[in-house]
């Protein structure tokens, strides 16, 4: 019986496709996706593409096996996603130094998708009324009015 096929998603996917014409192994690819996929299956999905797939000069600069994964995970601490935020941008001076548009541009889309992550994970600040300029001077105001009212009645 045939084994069922693993379905990756068209992210991780055209992710493979990337490193795959970058002339990058299945291990680095799977280390470098995360998110539990093996090896094994990026060998085989990348024998499902050969062909497909135009080779390209091997991108020196996204070899690195620490790269944040294609899919962040909506649980991962702000910590984490700010080392990889630093990591990317480290990547991106590397790739604008060995004028490597390809990886610089899949660097700049990834940091964007990293700082959107941050931005949502981000918890809104609750608003501090006693701050609010404007509730100062109706505050101020309103303690003149109640003063004004007092003496009125004081002096009838």
Do not use: C
């Not at 493979?16 to 995360?34: F, H, L, N, P, Y």
């Not at 935020?85 to 990834?110: G, M, N, P, Y």
């Not at 959107?116 to 609010?132: G, Q, S, W, Y």
């Amino acid at each position: 019986m045939a084994r069922k096929r693993t379905e990756l998603g068209p992210a991780v996917e055209a992710e493979i496709a990337v490193r795959m014409a970058r002339g990058q192994s299945a291990d680095t690819i799977a280390k470098a996706i995360g998110g539990g996929v093996s090896a094994r299956t990026i060998q085989r999905r990348m024998g499902e593409l050969k062909g497909k797939v135009p080779s390209l000069a091997p991108s020196r600069v996204l070899e690195d096996a620490d790269a944040p994964p294609v899919e962040l995970p909506s649980d991962l601490d702000l910590a984490t996603v700010d080392g990889y935020i630093r990591d990317v941008e480290q990547d991106i001076k590397k790739a604008r130094a060995a004028s490597d548009h390809s990886a610089t541009s899949s660097l700049f889309a990834r940091l964007v998708a990293l700082l959107e992550h941050k931005r949502k994970a981000t918890p809104v600040p609750k608003p501090d009324p006693n701050e609010d300029p404007d509730m100062r001077a109706l505050a101020a105001q309103t303690i003149e009015r109640l003063h004004k009212i007092a003496r009125d009645i004081i002096e009838k």
